[in-house]
């Protein structure tokens, strides 16, 4: 049987017709006692419900069904193209070339940043209305008619922000006496983690200062071409303060971009290991 957003065998409707209602929850174990007593009660309206309910269900809603799929392809093919990696123009601009190696870290966090600011964002408003109006999402954010283009980077933080604080408490069988309890969940600490990658690469990243200013490179190269009519003269510079300049510059510039690889390496890493955490 065809995938469902609501199943008419899990309706009251089914219930009356299969003279058993169905629970709402349960283990493995629970589920198998309630499917063994249904069916030994009313073996053929058992039937009716759990089976030829669904068939009907499968026909009826077929046409709406082939629509909502062609949705998602349009959806999945060109606006969020999740068969590929793609990095923002101001990280990589169309039409120039980057070489493998340096895609990887632009690409990977962008992924990041529309998990937090499209996917997040959404399931935060998507079953609340107060949080519909809070954040100002259109009518094309959320239901039926939704198409992945709304983004909200207040909407998916407060959604973090929410995961962040989830505790072990009764309501997830933790009583108050066990050991885990008030503990974080694991939710909880995969949230963290997705928190300061996304923090890392909007606020830490996007602000490093230049490595070549930083160093002084920058302005050696200035002094230089001055000193050397217009040119740059690595080799041997007439002045002793322009030798001794572009060699602590060049110095502090191979330590700086050194820091900056090994710190883009280690949040790579870091985001590789939570990637099994990205989804809704």
Same mark, same amino acid.
């Given at each position: 049987?065809?995938?469902?957003?609501?199943?008419?065998?899990?309706?009251? @409707?089914?219930?009356?017709?299969?003279?058993?209602?169905?629970?709402?929850?349960?283990?493995?174990?629970?589920?198998?006692?309630?499917?063994?007593?249904?069916?030994?009660?009313? /073996?053929? !309206?058992?039937?009716?419900?759990?089976?030829?309910?669904?068939?009907?269900?499968?026909?009826?809603?077929?046409?709406?069904?082939?629509?909502?799929?062609?949705?998602?392809?349009?959806?999945? !093919?060109?606006?969020?193209?999740?068969?590929? =990696?793609?990095?923002?123009?101001?990280?990589?601009?169309?039409?120039?070339?980057?070489?493998?190696?340096?895609? @990887?870290?632009?690409?990977?966090?962008?992924?990041?940043?529309?998990?937090?600011?499209?996917?997040?964002?959404?399931?935060?408003?998507?079953?609340?209305?107060?949080?519909?109006?809070?954040?100002?999402?259109?009518?094309?954010?959320?239901? &039926?008619?939704? &198409?992945?283009? &709304?983004?909200?980077?207040?909407?998916?933080?407060? /959604? =973090?922000?929410?995961?962040?604080?989830?505790?072990?408490?009764?309501?997830?069988?933790?009583?108050?006496?066990?050991?885990?309890?008030?503990?974080?969940?694991?939710?909880?600490?995969?949230?963290?983690?997705?928190?300061?990658?996304?923090?890392?690469?909007?606020?830490?990243?996007? /602000?490093?200062?230049?490595?070549?200013?930083?160093?002084? &490179? +920058?302005?050696?190269? #200035?002094? +230089?071409?001055?000193?050397?009519?217009?040119?740059?003269?690595?080799?041997?510079?007439?002045?002793?303060?322009?030798?001794?300049?572009?060699?602590?510059?060049?110095?502090? =510039?191979?330590?700086?971009?050194?820091?900056?690889?090994?710190?883009? #390496?280690?949040?790579?890493?870091?985001?590789?290991?939570? !990637?099994?955490?990205?989804?809704?």
């Amino acid at each position: 049987m065809a995938q469902h957003s609501n199943y008419w065998s899990c309706s009251k @409707f089914a219930d009356w017709v299969r003279g058993t209602k169905k629970i709402g929850a349960g283990t493995s174990e629970e589920w198998d006692d309630w499917n063994t007593a249904a069916q030994m009660k009313h /073996n053929f !309206r058992y039937w009716l419900a759990e089976e030829a309910l669904g068939h009907i269900q499968d026909f009826v809603t077929w046409p709406t069904r082939k629509i909502y799929d062609a949705k998602y392809y349009i959806n999945n !093919r060109w606006v969020t193209r999740t068969h590929s =990696l793609t990095a923002h123009a101001r990280d990589i601009k169309p039409g120039h070339w980057q070489d493998v190696g340096s895609r @990887f870290l632009p690409c990977l966090f962008n992924e990041l940043i529309d998990f937090v600011e499209v996917e997040l964002a959404w399931f935060h408003i998507a079953w609340d209305d107060e949080a519909r109006k809070k954040f100002n999402s259109p009518w094309y954010s959320c239901g &039926w008619f939704r &198409w992945r283009t &709304w983004r909200s980077r207040p909407a998916g933080l407060a /959604n =973090l922000e929410w995961q962040c604080n989830l505790t072990m408490k009764e309501d997830m069988g933790i009583d108050p006496d066990h050991p885990e309890y008030g503990k974080p969940t694991s939710q909880s600490i995969n949230a963290k983690e997705i928190m300061n990658l996304y923090t890392w690469w909007t606020d830490t990243y996007r /602000n490093r200062p230049d490595a070549m200013i930083a160093s002084g &490179w +920058s302005d050696y190269c #200035e002094k +230089s071409r001055v000193a050397n009519g217009g040119k740059l003269n690595f080799s041997g510079e007439k002045s002793g303060d322009l030798e001794k300049m572009c060699k602590d510059a060049l110095d502090l =510039l191979q330590k700086i971009e050194k820091q900056y690889e090994d710190e883009d #390496e280690e949040m790579l890493i870091r985001l590789i290991r939570i !990637r099994s955490s990205l989804w809704t």
